[in-house]
């Protein structure tokens, strides 16, 4: 591991005046972080433990949940709230790593964890997010796993998390603070697209800090679910996934939330889907139909071309779910 210095702030002040500093990256859970210096994908010159912080509130509003950075992903998963208000965030969140990993993990980690693209771990090949410019070893190589949906050119790793998509489609707002100011970014907008610079993969600029991620509880967001296809049932990222919220009255859909997972280089959040189901009778054809059009600009390579067939029935599936009030 490349050497380098550990520090940990016990203020938001002290932590924003380290996170200033070049070559600078934060610790929250680690879970992430600490296997890619391991494997020398990332060697930052100072590390910024973040856990002196009082940042692992989960507050419950009028109107929205606010979780703190550095609540970890079971006191999500599991927070009353979270379960009655937020069901397709707990599905998601449960859906992911291991009891152990997940005792660890934090929300701001989760939110900024790292491809898992088997050639960005290894610094042997190139590769455009780890290494501008060097390529993409991935594009004439093993894609099983790759992204069909957002991808470039120069990058076609697929986003890893599962939290991530339910946050998509329940309209979260990310909360930053720097030196300069606070700011909020929707989730759907904090992740970026590789297009040519697969390098930047969020729009969280150097020095800022997550402070926290807020959902609004609206009555549309307590009928969600979240659907995930793995290899194995448990510590297996997704093949694909569907964080879907309907409201449906009379048999007719009056507003809906579709965001897929596993298939696209970040959270996939698919509004012109949404606008299409509104006023159609909660079918399966209906279904079906809205699965078909938010695949339809899919770009696939012959290992990963089975994740459209296989996405479209998990967003078909997981609208029925949601639209049947039922259980998996």
Known sequence: MNPFTYVRPTTEQEALAALAEPDTIALAGGTTLVDLMRLEVMRPGKVVDLNGLPLNKIETGASSIKLGALATNSDVAYHPDVVAKLPALADAIRAGASGQIRNMASVSGNLLQRTRCSYFRDPASPCNKRAPGSGCAALEGFTRMHAVVGTSKDCIAAHPSDMCVALAALDAVVHLKSRAGERTVKLVEFHTVPDDHPNVESVLQPGELVTAIEIPTTPLAAKSRYVKVRDRASYAFALASAAVALDVQDGSIKDARVALGGVGTKPW????????????????????????????????????????????????RTLALVASGGSK
């Open 269 to 316: 959040r698919e509004p012109a889907v949404e606008t299409a189901l509104v006023g159609k009778p909660a079918t399966p054809e209906t279904f079906a139909a809205a699965a078909t059009q938010a695949l339809a600009k899919a770009d696939t390579r012959p290992d990963n071309a089975f994740k459209v067939e296989l996405a479209k029935r998990v967003i078909a």
